[in-house]
């Protein structure tokens, strides 16, 4: 909990000193218990918060080994129950670590088997229990990160049909909860994705239309807490992004 609090102070170096000081002590309980799944987790959890600082720090190699030993962890206690839901869905998130660090480093043909064995993992929770809204939004997310791989990869094909299914999932869940606002921004950033595709592709009227419906998304979760500065730096993003289309618009002449 140290460890924790420190970190939302932004004293990354005591943060980890914390960390690594709980991490010894559950190696050592796991050494008397291999066996205890309850420590087994434990520890799997100090690795993935050391990742989480050391990537803060912008260490990536160091993360990207913590990232792994929480992922080899995660395996082992789902071949002891491979129906726990919360351990499927910490292996989830251990394979979207490890991609986000991939595709910082470029490896996007690595990132890419990371983030899609992410999305198949929530998928198969989302099929579990359609119902949860949280495992619905992590699918979505999921899609959109596979899709913009691949729009790094200039497969923007398969990058719109990535941004597709997640926009659809967020369509329902904010038809669902409407005044979600962390649905409305995930809804937002589908139509921003899908808008950048059409652009590429020069199908301008219809990423006109995107822009369009993305800023009025933005427009009013503004409206809603105008000090949030995760909303306005979207909006200012959103406005600039839509003026250099109408402008690229008027000089094609369409």
């Known amino acids: 909990d140290m460890g924790l609090i420190l970190q939302d102070q932004g004293n990354l170096p005591a943060s980890l ?3 690594n000081s709980y991490l010894n002590i559950m190696q050592c309980l796991n050494k008397r218990d291999p066996n205890n799944n309850e420590w087994m ?3 799997a959890v100090a690795h993935n918060n050391i990742g ?3 990537q803060s720090q912008d260490n990536l190699f160091d993360a990207l080994q913590e990232y792994k030993a929480y ?3 995660m395996k082992r206690l789902i071949e002891h129950d ?3 839901s919360d351990w499927l869905q910490n292996l989830a998130i251990s394979h979207n670590n490890l991609g986000g660090i991939l595709q910082t480093i470029n490896n996007l043909p690595e990132s890419l088997k990371e983030f ?3 999305m198949k993992i929530m998928r198969q929770l989302t099929e579990r229990d359609p119902n949860n809204s949280d495992w619905q939004r992590k699918l979505s997310i999921s899609h959109n990160r596979i899709g913009r791989v691949l729009q790094s990869q200039g497969n923007l094909k398969g990058a ?3 941004f597709e299914i997640g926009l659809n999932i967020m369509k329902d869940l904010t038809e669902s909860g409407p005044d979600n606002i962390d649905w ?3 809804l937002y950033m589908s139509h921003y994705f899908i808008a950048s595709i059409l652009e590429q592709q020069d199908q301008l009227t219809q990423a006109l239309a995107e822009r369009e419906v993305g800023l009025a998304i933005i427009q009013r979760l503004v409206q809603i807490d105008v000090t949030n500065q995760k909303w306005q730096q979207d909006l200012q993003t959103s406005l600039q992004a839509l003026a250099n289309l109408k402008q690229r618009i008027a000089e094609s002449g369409n």
């Open 17 to 19: 000193c914390e960390f």
């Open 41 to 43: 987790r434990e520890l």
């Open 52 to 54: 989480g600082i050391l």
């Open 71 to 73: 992922m080899e962890i």
């Open 82 to 84: 491979p129906n726990d």
């Open 116 to 118: 899609q064995a992410c």
């Open 160 to 162: 719109v049909e990535e």
């Open 184 to 186: 409305q921004r995930g």
